[in-house]
């Protein structure tokens, strides 16, 4: 039997503390591909509904909620909810999230993290690819209940304010709670990241442009592939490549 202060017993030790700091040094690594696979596949088995139809009795009832019950092409609810609800969409649009995203950079610049900054730009200009690249496979029909405007060309699955917005605002959240030493100013960001988003995503169901549907699988996907983008951060600043915090 070895006693407690042998050399074994200490080198048993040693190795334990590093297995235990190895451990600790990967699990965000782990999580963020575990959480990227679980957006990646909840989307596929969004796909495969909207594709085979099944989503769209249930897509129907659960717009029809938001809808005026005398007269399906009207929102439901106060003039003033209404033009709200326009307000939040516009965070989702391609004009405000191109004024984020460029301020954002400029703030990462300003930081001295010009590779953080280049990251950002390429995860969402690969957003807009995937997005785009999405609609065009599965190019379904909008929703024939409200005047959806010259404006909305675009098929309507996935919701490319959904996902765009899940893109855009999580990756700067997560980028920002990584720069913050302060724990509470982290999570302050990030939470206030995912509320504009779901808001975003809420607002395109009730303005009738949307299925339900679209804006989850906009969500699933913006997530993931946001969330992929960090994965492939943390791996470039252990290499180097990327400015630590």
Same mark, same amino acid.
């Given at each position: 039997?070895?006693?407690?202060?042998?050399?074994?017993?200490?080198?048993?030790?040693?190795?334990?503390?590093?297995?235990?700091?190895?451990?600790?040094?990967?699990?965000?690594?782990?999580?963020?591909?575990?959480?990227?696979?679980?957006?990646?596949?909840?989307?596929?088995?969004?796909?495969?509904?909207?594709?085979?139809?099944?989503?769209?009795?249930?897509?129907?009832?659960?717009?029809?909620?938001?809808?005026?019950?005398?007269?399906?092409?009207?929102?439901?609810?106060?003039?003033?909810?209404?033009?709200?609800?326009?307000?939040?969409?516009?965070?989702?649009?391609?004009? %405000?999230?191109? /004024? @984020?995203? $460029? &301020?954002?950079?400029?703030?990462? =610049?300003?930081?001295?993290? !010009?590779?953080? *900054?280049?990251?950002?730009?390429?995860?969402?200009?690969?957003?807009?690819?995937?997005?785009?690249?999405?609609?065009?496979?599965?190019?379904?029909?909008?929703?024939?209940?409200?005047?959806?405007?010259?404006?909305?060309?675009?098929?309507?699955?996935?919701?490319?304010?959904?996902?765009?917005?899940?893109?855009?605002?999580?990756?700067?959240?997560?980028?920002?709670?990584?720069?913050?030493?302060?724990?509470?100013?982290?999570?302050?960001?990030?939470?206030?990241?995912?509320? %504009?988003?779901? /808001? @975003?995503? $809420? &607002?395109?169901?009730?303005?009738? =442009?949307?299925?339900?549907? !679209?804006?989850? *699988?906009?969500?699933?996907?913006?997530?993931?592939?946001?969330?992929?983008?960090?994965?492939?951060?943390?791996?470039?600043?252990?290499?180097?490549?990327?400015?630590?915090?």
């Amino acid at each position: 039997m070895n006693r407690p202060h042998s050399p074994e017993t200490k080198l048993n030790f040693i190795a334990r503390c590093r297995s235990l700091m190895k451990i600790r040094r990967e699990w965000p690594v782990l999580l963020t591909l575990l959480l990227s696979a679980a957006g990646t596949w909840l989307f596929i088995v969004l796909a495969d509904m909207v594709v085979d139809g099944s989503a769209d009795a249930i897509d129907k009832e659960l717009l029809l909620l938001f809808r005026d019950q005398e007269d399906p092409s009207r929102m439901a609810g106060p003039r003033w909810f209404q033009e709200m609800m326009r307000d939040f969409t516009g965070l989702g649009s391609t004009g %405000v999230l191109t /004024l @984020v995203t $460029l &301020s954002a950079v400029g703030f990462l =610049v300003l930081e001295r993290k !010009d590779h953080a *900054a280049l990251l950002l730009l390429i995860s969402v200009l690969g957003g807009v690819l995937l997005s785009n690249a999405l609609k065009l496979t599965f190019a379904r029909p909008r929703p024939p209940f409200a005047d959806i405007g010259p404006l909305v060309t675009s098929a309507s699955f996935p919701s490319g304010h959904s996902m765009m917005s899940a893109v855009v605002y999580l990756t700067i959240g997560a980028i920002v709670a990584h720069m913050r030493p302060d724990p509470r100013v982290g999570a302050f960001v990030l939470t206030l990241a995912v509320f %504009v988003t779901v /808001l @975003v995503g $809420l &607002s395109r169901i009730y303005l009738g =442009v949307h299925w339900p549907t !679209d804006v989850l *699988a906009g969500w699933a996907v913006g997530s993931a592939w946001a969330i992929l983008c960090l994965l492939v951060a943390l791996l470039l600043q252990r290499r180097g490549d990327i400015e630590r915090s």
